[in-house]
């Protein structure tokens, strides 16, 4: 890796975020990843927006699907943060999910949960910028959410 990209690593990295997980019933299955690139893009529409890298191999079962469920993982839960986000292994094993009658699957006790569709989807570079339209949604006020900031899970305070 150059520099320069050793240092876009390190620099995003400086720039602390949530983690969610963006997953679905594939094949009856769940199958899905981890990501810190979750925001909340519009309010009418409701919509919200996830990057993707191009060398996922997740994501083209999940963007298939009709429905794509994302839980915003509790301060509680860096082991799921782990799991969802390595490249190998069962992810799901030692996880509590459930799902939804339309498909998506949901971690039980996250901090917030997403029931979403794909709204549309935009090549930016290595990555796709995924846009996806919200059709139900709640947060549970007494889960504080984890933290990923500089390569590491954190907590705030
Ligand atoms: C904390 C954390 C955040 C991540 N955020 C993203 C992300 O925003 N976008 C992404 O494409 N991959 C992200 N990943 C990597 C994916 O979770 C997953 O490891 C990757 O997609 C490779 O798996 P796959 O080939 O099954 O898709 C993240 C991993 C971790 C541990």
């Given at each position: ?7 876009l ?8 975020t949530g ?9 009856g299955?769940p ?11 519009s309010?009418a ?13 997740t994501?083209?079962?999940l963007?298939?699907l ?6 915003v993982l509790?301060?509680?839960q860096?082991?799921?943060g ?12 030692g ?5 939804t009658a ?24 290595d990555?796709d ?17 984890l ?7 954190r907590?705030?305070?």
């Open positions: 890796m150059t520099a320069l990209g050793l240092n690593r390190r620099v995003y990295g400086a720039y602390p983690v969610a997980v963006v997953a679905g019933l594939a094949g299955r199958a899905g990843i981890a990501a810190s690139s979750f925001v909340p893009v309010l529409p409701p919509l919200v927006s996830v990057c993707v890298a191009h060398t996922s191999t994501w083209p079962l963007r298939e009709p429905r794509i469920g994302i839980s509790g301060a509680h860096e082991h799921v782990r799991s969802l986000g390595s490249r190998d292994g069962d992810r799901f094993a996880v509590g999910w459930r799902s339309d498909g998506c699957v949901l971690v039980d006790d996250a901090s917030a949960w997403f029931d979403c569709s794909v709204e549309e989807q935009f090549r930016s570079g990555h910028i995924v846009v996806f339209r919200v059709h139900d949604l709640d947060a549970a006020a007494d889960v504080p959410p933290v990923f900031h500089a390569s590491a899970f907590r705030l305070g």
